[in-house]
Nanobody, 123 residues
Framework: QVQLQESGPGLVKPSQTLSLTCTVS??????????WNWMRQPPGKGLEWVGA???????YYTSSFKSRTSISRDTSKNQFSLHLTSVTPEDTAVYYC???????????????WGQGTQVTVSS
C-alpha cells in the first residue's frame, strides 16, 4: 500500500512562494508509469488539479497554473514537491498529493491520496 504525506508551511504571505513536499512510502516514485499529482480544494469549491510529475521526472502543469507552478522531485528521498509562486488569498486551499489520478471524471479518482494539508495565504 502506497502512502503519501504532505508537509510544508500552513501560512504563506501574499506574493511569496508556496512550497509543499510529498513524502512517499510503500512504493517508489520512479516506478514505471506512475504519476504523482498535486490537487487542491479551495474553501467552498471543488477539487482542482494543479499538476503532476511522471515516473520519469517529466512535469505536467495544467493551464490554470502553468505560469506559476513548478513540480520537482528528489528520488533519493522518494519525495516530490510543489512550488507555487506569487500567491494570493485565492490560493488558500487544502492541498493534496496523490498517485495515479483520473482527472477526466468527477469527482477526481486517484489510487492513493495524502491526508491533505491546509495552506492559508494571508498577511
Amino acid at each position: 500500500q502506497v502512502q503519501l504525506q504532505e508537509s510544508g508551511p500552513g501560512l504563506v504571505k501574499p506574493s511569496q512562494t508556496l512550497s509543499l513536499t510529498c513524502t512517499v512510502s510503500g512504493g517508489s516514485i520512479t516506478t514505471a508509469y506512475n504519476t504523482w499529482n498535486w490537487m487542491r480544494q479551495p474553501p467552498g469549491k471543488g477539487l482542482e488539479w494543479v499538476g503532476a510529475i511522471l515516473y520519469d521526472g517529466s512535469p505536467y502543469y495544467t493551464s490554470s497554473f502553468k505560469s506559476r507552478t513548478s513540480i520537482s522531485r528528489d528520488t533519493s528521498k522518494n519525495q516530490f514537491s510543489l512550488h507555487l509562486t506569487s500567491v494570493t488569498p485565492e490560493d488558500t486551499a487544502v492541498y493534496y498529493c496523490a498517485r495515479d489520478c483520473n482527472t477526466g471524471v468527477s469527482p477526481v479518482q486517484c489510487d492513493d491520496w495524502g491526508q491533505g494539508t491546509q495552506v492559508t495565504v494571508s498577511s
